[in-house]
């Protein structure tokens, strides 16, 4: 599928390189399925909407988990702590809207254009990612700095392990992500 947002999925610095390192091809094949999936929502009938709302908010509670437990604490000692605030501070954005839609029924006027907005903000972190954050990633790897396919490994067992856990218990279960108190001081 393409669309505003799916077109972008082999182009530039969003495509996926086969040879780069694992940990950033499995991040960037998360990122090729949140731009498709809000390209369809863009267009679909409510029940469809509510679907993808609902798939949309598990899948990127769980991205956004693996990112904040693993990827961003092992980046910041080497590319600073910039980049990784500011990541940090779009999640906590997300991660708002995302409660908000986890209480709602689908049917509310203003359903949607939380979705909307939640696109809007998901595509625009995941953008700067692919082309900033994954870019100095990249050099770090190829410095010697961070082995980002051992990491990539670690990112692919814990969230299969958050899966795992949704669906055994429709929760992810205990995680570490970023705390409040860490964003309010970045």
């Keep these: 599928m393409s669309g505003k947002y799916g077109s972008r999925n082999h182009h530039g610095k969003h495509a996926i390189d086969k040879a780069e390192p694992l940990a950033i091809r499995m991040l960037k094949q998360e990122h090729h399925i949140f731009r498709d999936l809000f390209d369809e ?3 679909a009938q409510p029940k469809r909407l509510t679907e993808i709302s609902r798939e949309l908010c598990m ?5 956004m988990t693996i990112e904040e ?3 961003y604490p092992a980046l910041k000692p080497i ?5 990784i605030n500011e990541g940090i501070v779009e ?9 908000e839609l986890e209480q709602l029924d689908g049917i ?3 359903y ?6 939640l696109g809007e903000e998901t595509i625009h972190h995941i953008d700067e990612e ?3 954050l994954f870019e100095d990633a990249n050099k770090a790897h190829r410095a010697g700095d961070i082995d980002l396919d051992a990491l990539g490994e670690t990112l692919r067992s814990r969230q299969a392990k958050l899966y795992d856990d949704i669906a055994a218990t429709g929760e992810t279960g205990r995680t570490r992500e970023a705390q409040p108190d860490e964003v309010r001081k970045a």
């Design 108 to 110: 509310e006027e203003l």
């Design 59 to 63: 899948r990127l509670t769980v991205h």
């Design 91 to 99: 999640h906590q954005s997300g991660k708002r809207i995302i409660a």
């Design 69 to 71: 437990e693993l990827f």
């Design 41 to 43: 929502a863009r267009q």
């Design 79 to 83: 590319i600073g702590g910039d980049e």
């Design 130 to 132: 692919d082309e900033g």
């Design 112 to 117: 949607g254009s939380k979705v909307h907005v």
